[in-house]
């Protein structure tokens, strides 16, 4: 991909966005990217901001004049020029997902959470996500696995005897009444200014020391690298507690990780947690039967990750990207 010459093209973008949003009477737009001779506007780049940090879209603003490292600004491009790309190759080869599949799969998620559509949408807001936002990540994920199942179906089929494998492998998160012992990075929001752009710039926060952690930063250093934008930011260690003790959105996650690993930003309405496992004991191995469907589509998302990966690689080699940030 070839980088554009202006980086402060994308400030000027702001102000005009700003200044149109103020007046409001016009927002002016310009174009981020050309992708195979597809534009990518700044408005759909600042949509895409927004929901993968979990701020409002408007909010994205603040992210994009403050961030100053131009790698991550064009790691956020990346992913929406990896969107157009599936996109182009869907249309190509006569695929596609439409509303009604979107509709299903949004609708089972919410049932399979046992939640109303009131909880659904409340627990939507609490990761800073709008319905319509969320949609567009579930479309996002059924193109995904529309171009893996068209293009490398049979590198993601998984047998019965690696689903047994996969479990030996990772026999220690289904330990019935295990114990964990766990280390808390903790950024709490201020009380009572949800929504305001302390909030966001905490949400903001959370993304970037989930980065820096994935590239080997411990949670103490993170802790520290945010204790000056992060009022009460701190690092929590727990003795051994029971894994059906936790809460349950922390609990999920841990359930996810192996020992020695962090999760991704967990949001509830005190604040961002990121959760290390430091260690687990006791608990019993239930029968391979009843994890035996999970651990398949489990397993199956992996081996789709990584034939993602290898299709995204052979699109971009093959296409024409001009970046004009």
């Excluded at 940090?53 to 994205?60: F, Q, R, S």
């Amino acid at each position: 991909m070839r980088p554009g010459k202006c980086f402060p093209a994308l400030v000027l973008v702001l102000l005009l966005v700003a200044a149109g949003s103020t007046a409001g009477a016009r927002v002016v737009d310009g174009v981020v990217a050309v992708v195979n001779n597809e534009p990518i506007t700044f408005s759909e780049y600042r949509e895409s901001v927004a929901e993968t940090l979990g701020i409002p879209e408007g909010d994205a603003d603040i992210y994009l004049r403050e961030e100053k490292d131009r790698g991550r600004i064009l790691t956020g491009l990346e992913k929406l020029i990896e969107t157009v790309l599936v996109r182009q190759e869907l249309k190509r080869i006569g695929e596609s997902v439409g509303e009604k599949e979107v509709d299903r799969a949004v609708e089972s998620v919410r049932k399979t959470s046992n939640l109303s559509e009131a909880d659904f949408q409340a627990l939507l807001e609490q990761e800073g996500l709008s319905l319509e936002g969320y949609r567009r990540r579930i479309r996002w994920q059924l193109e995904r696995g529309a171009v893996v199942r068209s293009k490398k179906l049979k590198e993601v089929t998984v047998t019965e005897e690696e689903v047994r494998a996969y479990f030996r492998e990772n026999e220690e998160r289904f330990l019935v009444g295990a114990e964990v012992r766990l280390e808390v990075l903790v950024l709490p929001f201020p009380a009572g200014e949800a929504g305001t752009d302390n909030d966001v710039r905490i949400r903001i926060a959370a993304q970037r020391a989930s980065d820096s952690i994935r590239s080997g930063t411990t949670l103490g250093e993170a802790s520290g690298m945010l204790s000056s934008v992060v009022p009460g930011v701190d690092v929590i260690s727990s003795d051994f507690v029971k894994e059906e003790d936790l809460v349950p959105e922390i609990g999920k996650e841990v359930h996810r990780l192996k020992t020695g690993e962090t999760s991704a930003p967990i949001f509830v309405k005190e604040g961002v947690h990121l959760v290390k496992v430091l260690d687990r004991r006791g608990g019993t191995l239930p029968e391979f039967s009843s994890v035996k469907d999970s651990l398949k589509e489990e397993l199956t998302d992996r081996r789709s990750e990584k034939a993602f990966a290898d299709i995204l690689g052979e699109l971009k080699k093959a296409a024409t990207v001009d970046i004009q940030l």
